[in-house]
């Protein structure tokens, strides 16, 4: 064994047989006998450092006393060794605190000597020497405190709390989506095992549009057919995600188109105009006129005025709902009375 075994440099005789003195056998700070013993319940358990020292001795503590007293020394009131050491007047835990998934370990470690390891409410392990494991059943929001006592005054404890969680995961539906040029597909996240269950919504490449709700809208036109990735991130839990493909297919985009084209009206005059709305998932229309000359309804019902100019059209146009740059047009003229026989 190399460098100094005991601190004042003491060494064993050659011969067992001279008489010796009381000598002092602490430890070497140095000393490869450090911490290298086994805990002895009863016995070497009040040591310091990560495990008893060898030897009768705990590096750190109180000598006993030994061999004749003084006359008049009270024995009962006598040191010996850590377990009768009353300078621990505080316990650090850390670390103070920590988040554990199911079945994740954590080593924890304690200032102020040597500890005893409980766990409020018994929820997981915790091992003689700090190492803590989550139980299998982390259920979402538990907590565990995890408390430190000290072992040569039981009055002096320290805490650390333990935050319980299961993993946070996300899923998108659907997976995969053709959109045509001008179409939509609504995208849904779905977060668990978090308490928030928002997501923010990332588009790559940046090709046509993706809203705050996962409404993923196509651009009118596509020249060829292209890949879009639409993104949940989790609010929660920034390092999880997950993914829908869209494929996106070339075409004309969102048509709309009015029947009647043309309709000539007599004042008083009503008319059923209808839209056809193609590559659109939503089929609605809303009715608009140009000029206001007459009016008409949101199903396409046009009511002529009493009286009109001949020269006077009316424009009547229908916009879609999914996408208001795709309209349909028809015209109204009003052709001018026949004139009365004499």
Request: charged letters at 10%; one cysteine or more; proline letters at 8%.
């Amino acid at each position: 064994m190399n460098g100094p075994i005991f601190a004042n440099g003491m060494i064993a005789p050659s011969s067992y047989l001279p008489l010796l003195n009381p000598a002092e056998a602490t430890l070497a700070a140095g000393s490869l006998a450090l911490d290298k013993g086994r805990v002895l319940p009863n016995l070497n358990d009040g040591y310091r450092g990560a495990a008893p020292d060898l030897g009768a001795l705990e590096l750190g503590c109180p000598s006993p006393s030994y061999g004749p007293r003084p006359e008049g020394t009270d024995e009962r009131n006598e040191v010996i060794g850590c377990d009768a050491d009353s300078s621990v007047t505080a316990i650090q835990v850390l670390p103070a605190t920590v988040t554990l998934a199911a079945l994740q370990t954590k080593e924890f470690t304690a200032s102020g000597g040597s500890v005893t390891w409980q766990i409020n409410p018994a929820r997981g392990t915790i091992t003689p020497s700090g190492l803590y494991t989550a139980p299998s059943d982390a259920l979402l929001g538990g907590e565990v405190t995890l408390t430190a006592r000290s072992i040569s005054d039981p009055s002096v404890t320290g805490s650390a709390m333990i935050t319980l969680t299961v993993p946070v995961s996300i899923a998108v539906t659907p997976s995969a989506a053709p959109v045509v040029a001008g179409g939509s597909r609504q995208f849904t996240a779905t977060v668990s095992g978090a308490v928030n269950r928002n997501v923010q919504w990332v588009l790559n490449p940046a090709v046509g549009a993706l809203s705050s709700s996962g409404l993923y809208t196509a651009p009118l036109s596509i020249p060829s057919s292209q890949a879009v990735n639409v993104t949940a991130v989790s609010d929660a839990d920034t390092t999880k995600f997950a993914s829908g493909l869209v494929t996106l297919t070339p075409g004309a985009g969102i048509s709309v188109t009015v029947s009647p084209a043309t309709v000539a009206m007599n004042r008083k005059g009503t008319k059923q105009f209808q839209a056809s709305v193609t590559g659109a998932t939503n089929p609605s229309v809303t009715w608009s006129i140009s000029p206001s000359v007459g009016r008409i309804s949101q199903n396409g019902r046009y009511r002529a005025p009493n009286k009109v100019d001949a020269s006077v059209s009316v424009t009547v146009t229908a916009t879609s709902a999914q996408d208001g740059a795709a309209t349909g047009t028809a015209l109204i003229t009003f052709p001018a009375p026949a004139a009365n026989p004499r």
